[in-house]
């Protein structure tokens, strides 16, 4: 079983920035995946970036450029550093670990910008 605890959510003006992190515990095995999902109101959860165990990472093109994901491999933490935040960009943000076996997710952390 992982258990997964974001942090770092908050309210910022247009073109600010936030940095969510995401704590794993449990059952971690390699290879895995960590990655960051958001859903906005009304709408359906979309993936925004994904990082390997091994550092290999992939955005979607609306945070490519903006948006940065690291890891932490010793603290099992994945972090989302967010530049440039625009007000299309405010969703609850859920961080996922994907491994054989499972597919866990966070309890979501919310993200809010407007000026």
């Known amino acids: 079983q992982v258990q997964l605890v974001e942090s770092g959510g908050g309210s910022v003006q247009p073109g600010g920035s936030l940095r969510l992190s995401c704590a794993a515990s449990?059952?971690?095995?390699?290879?895995?995946?960590m990655g960051w999902y958001r859903q906005a109101p009304g709408k359906q959860r979309e993936w925004v970036a994904l990082?390997?165990?091994?550092?290999?990472?992939n955005y979607a093109d609306s945070v490519r450029g903006r948006f940065t994901i690291s890891r932490d491999a010793a603290k099992n933490t994945v972090y989302l550093q967010m530049n440039s935040l625009k007000p299309e960009d405010t969703a609850v943000y859920y961080c996922?670990?994907?491994?054989?076996?499972?597919?866990?997710w966070g309890q979501g952390t919310q993200v809010t910008v407007s000026s």
């Open positions: 449990g059952s971690i095995f390699s290879p895995n995946v």
């Open positions: 990082i390997t165990d091994v550092g290999r990472s």
């Open positions: 996922n670990l994907g491994q054989k076996g499972s597919n866990s």
